[in-house]
């Protein structure tokens, strides 16, 4: 069993159900003893901002600032560089405790030994 699991989601309000996913599998990961890195890109990258989780909304599913706060008590949460790049975010706009790292970090943590990276 991998021992650390790193996460790229992609999706945000644009696929409701994609994104909650990959929050609610980092959590649970990170709840269970799991290292988790989770990787916010593409329409995901603005819940990197104080607030924007909350405004997510999905019936059935945990609140995204829960499960957002748990990976990161936890975990680590990252902001893809292009993506923040490409939305004016800059590293003073984000919420404490999200880095912005591009695509070699991602690659360096998804190749190490005992991990398992996961796409949504």
Known sequence: MAKKL???VTAGADAPERCSQAFTVAAVAAASGVEVSLWLTGES??????????????????????????????GKVTLCTQCAARRDIKEKDVIEGVRIAGAQVFVQEAMADGTQALVY
Do not use: N
């Not at 990258?45 to 499960?67: N, Q, R, T, Y």
């Open 6 to 8: 790193v996460i790229k």
């Open 45 to 74: 990258a603005w819940f990197a901002l104080p607030g924007k989780a909350a405004e997510f909304e999905l019936p059935h599913a945990a609140p995204l600032p829960d499960l957002l706060d748990s990976v990161l008590a936890a």
